[in-house]
């Protein structure tokens, strides 16, 4: 018996940089808000942590850096945004009150 692989008619080969658009990633609209936009740079950022610990709830604080790593690696655009939502959401847990809402946000199910 002889393996062979079909592809469909429709078939096409992508680039490494057109898969970023298939996988998901920021676009220069989302990188510029989240460095000049607080909020949105916060609210995005601190769900993006929440979201990642609730699909890894046993390992998110040991993977997490891992993760952020390898989403700033797939593009330009990605590493500015990620580096905007990471120094709002830092700058947020400065204060106190901010560190308690960013608690009960990444904690909220």
């Not at 989403?71 to 590493?79: D, L, Q, R, V």
């Not at 500015?80 to 847990?93: H, N």
């Amino acid at each position: 018996m002889e393996a062979k692989m079909m592809m469909p008619a429709n078939y096409c080969v992508m680039s490494e940089e057109e898969m970023t658009y298939t996988e998901g990633g920021a676009t220069a609209v989302q990188a510029f808000c989240a460095w000049f936009v607080p909020f949105y740079g916060w609210y995005k950022g601190i769900t993006a942590v929440r979201d990642y610990r609730q699909k890894n709830p046993k390992t998110w604080t040991k993977t997490g850096m891992d993760a952020l790593d390898a989403h700033m690696a797939k593009s330009t655009a990605n590493a500015i945004y990620d580096i905007g939502c990471s120094i709002c959401v830092v700058s947020s847990c400065l204060s106190g009150v901010g560190l308690i809402i960013n608690a009960l946000v990444v904690y909220a199910t």
